[in-house]
Structure formats: structure tokens, C-alpha cells
């Protein structure tokens, strides 16, 4: 918004900016997300092949993913009630949950990838509202320790799977892209620990580059060195909480073809959930898909359609596992209300 030359804009005008961005953004992912699904679905040979990989499926690999899913869903939980005991936050572990599968339901149907963080923080405010800072606090380490093991799992297959992306030369040269971009985060994240751990965060200048950030970091650093345990336990459970979310998707690949490998699958999923969680489409809508579609086509030999109807599919299992929030939802706004 341009500014008047003379007279300060009004306060309500201020308040106006960051509202009128973030529609306008809304409003860019909703036509990137459109835009993608009639490029991934208009072309008639692939939606014949995903016609065709529906009819010769074998639905009870359906089975495996959504228990795999589950697993992944329940160690989140686990993980998320580890951080609040960390904070002091004592929540009973059937109010943890609801409030776990509520955030999920949220996530299947608000943009971005956070907005069932922001309502499970939400209501744990609500419940505990003499300590709302942990309730924030505990979400914010669950976010930055999956991070972590994220970009540390990516730097490892793109090191130890070098040849088979290099297979490929676009996704060679992307996953080259993608590798340097982690490490670069790797580094930012470790360099913040030991300014954190040396106590020299206080110390930066005023204009150090990204020193507000290095900052916020500082704070969830610093809670993880004082609960050292906890915080190692929850950096644990967190690599075999994504590896069953991987394998979501490789259950989900099996009953569609055969072409896929646990080790093929775990090797593209950083980079899939990594690109899918930027604020790029709806939730990763679209992206996701083309995503799939070409590093299975281009690593694995999947006829392209497959791909697509793979991260449909697994976005469903885990639509399911969301379900139970929509109901946990309902029963709070019941009780609210007195119904």
C-alpha cells in the first residue's frame, strides 16, 4: 500500500497490510493448486492410466498404510506429550490426543501445513490458559527437532543415493539444488545451537543477518539444552515417526505397482515433504502430486498417472486418520455450548 505524503497512515490502514497479503496469497495458491490439478488431469492418457492402475489394484496394501499411518500419528502424540512434560505442562494423555487429532482434522482443510498447530495451540490455551507459553513453546520445539531430523535424513540419501538421482538429470541437478539448500539450513540450525550453548546469542549486532530469527531459536535451543533427555527422546522418536509416514506412501505405491522400493520411496520423501510444505499451493495440493509423478516416473520407471493416484491416495490415508479430530472438534463445541 502506497503511502500518503504527507499524513501517517492510520492505525486500522497498518493492520490492513498484512491482512490484504495474506489474501492475496490465498488467493495465489488457490490458482496455483487449480492450476496443477487440470495440468496433472487433463491429458487423457493419464487418467486412462489411473483408471487402469484403480481397476488392478490391490486394495489390501490399503490395509498396511493406514496402520503404518497410525503409527506415525500415535509417536506424534507421544512426541507432543514429551515436550508439555518438558515445559511443566502436565496434560493427560486422552486430552493430548484429542487435542493431537483435532490439529490433524485442521490440517486436512486449513491453507499451509501449520494451521492445525495454530488450533491445537489454541485450545490448549483455552484448557490451561495459566500457561499459555508452553502450550506455544512445546509446538514450536515438536516443529524445529522435525526439522531437524528431516534435514538430516535428505543430506544422508542425497549423499548415499547420489547415482540413482543422478540417473535422472533433472532430478540430479534438483536434488543437487535441494541438498545444497539443506545443508545451508544445517548449518543455520547448528550455528544457532552454539551461539545458544556459549551464550553468545546476547552478544550479536544489532544488524547481524537473521539475528531476530537467531534469537527465537535461541529460546527452544535453550529449553532443549536445560531437558537434555527429553529433548533427546523426542529427536528419537521422531525418525521412526517419519519413516512410517514414508512407508504410508510406500504401502500405498505397493498396491499400485511394483516398481517401488521402501528404499526408493524414503529417498524422495524429504524432498517431497519438504517442497509440499512451502506455502506454494492448498496444504501442498498440486505440488505434491507433480512431485510424485516425476521423480517416480524419472527414478522408478511408474507410468506416469501412478504417481499421481500414489499421493492421492496416501493424502486419503491420512485424511482418515484425521477424521477422529473432526469428531473430538464436535464434542468440545457440544460441551461449550451446553448441547
Not at 515436550?83 to 505442562?89: E, G, V
Request: glycine share 8%; hydrophobic share 55%.
Amino acid at each position: 500500500m502506497s503511502q500518503m505524503p504527507v499524513y501517517p497512515p492510520a492505525e486500522s490502514s497498518r493492520r490492513e497490510v498484512p491482512k490484504l497479503g495474506q489474501h492475496l496469497l490465498t488467493v495465489l495458491q488457490v490458482l496455483v493448486t487449480v492450476g496443477l490439478l487440470w495440468w496433472l488431469f487433463h491429458d487423457p492418457l493419464r487418467r486412462i492410466t489411473i483408471w487402469k492402475a484403480l481397476q488392478t489394484a490391490d486394495w489390501r496394501w490399503m490395509i498396511a498404510a493406514l496402520a503404518s499411518a497410525g503409527v506415525c500419528e500415535f509417536l506424534g502424540i507421544l512426541r507432543w506429550q514429551l515436550f508439555l512434560k518438558m515445559l511443566h505442562l502436565r496434560v493427560r494423555f486422552g486430552e493430548v490426543t484429542r487435542l493431537f487429532f483435532i490439529g490433524a482434522f485442521f490440517n486436512q482443510f486449513l491453507p499451509g501445513t501449520t494451521g492445525g498447530d495454530v488450533v491445537r495451540v489454541i485450545y490448549l490455551m483455552r484448557d490451561h490458559p495459566e500457561n499459555k507459553t508452553a502450550g506455544f513453546l512445546s509446538v514450536a520445539i515438536d516443529r524445529l527437532l522435525a526439522v531437524l531430523v528431516l534435514v538430516a535424513m535428505g543430506l544422508g540419501f542425497a549423499w548415499t543415493r547420489g547415482e540413482w538421482f543422478a540417473s535422472s538429470f533433472a532430478v540430479g541437478n534438483a536434488m543437487k539444488v535441494f541438498a545444497i539448500v539443506l545443508f545451508v539450513i544445517g548449518v543455520g540450525l547448528i550455528t544457532s545451537f552454539f551461539l545458544t550453548s556459549r551464550h553468545l546469542v546476547g552478544r550479536l549486532p544489532a544488524r547481524f543477518p537473521l539475528r531476530e530469527q537467531i534469537v527465537k531459536l535461541s529460546t527452544l535451543w535453550r529449553l532443549c539444552i536445560e531437558n537434555r533427555t527429553e529433548a533427546l527422546l523426542g529427536a528419537l522418536y521422531t525418525v521412526p515417526m517419519l519413516l512410517a509416514y514414508f512407508a504410508a506412501f510406500y504401502f500405498v505405491a505397493l498396491a499400485f505397482t511394483v516398481k517401488v522400493t521402501f528404499l526408493d520411496m524414503t529417498s524422495i520423501m524429504p524432498l517431497v515433504t519438504a517442497i509440499s510444505s512451502l506455502p506454494i499451493s492448498l496444504n501442498g495440493i498440486g505440488v505434491r502430486e507433480a512431485l510424485f509423478e516425476q521423480l517416480l516416473s524419472e527414478l522408478c520407471g511408474v507410468p506416469q498417472g501412478t504417481g499421481v493416484l500414489i499421493s492421492i491416495t496416501g493424502m486419503f490415508v491420512y485424511m482418515v486418520w484425521g477424521l477422529p479430530g473432526g469428531l473430538f472438534y464436535l464434542e468440545r463445541i457440544r460441551r461449550r455450548y451446553g448441547k
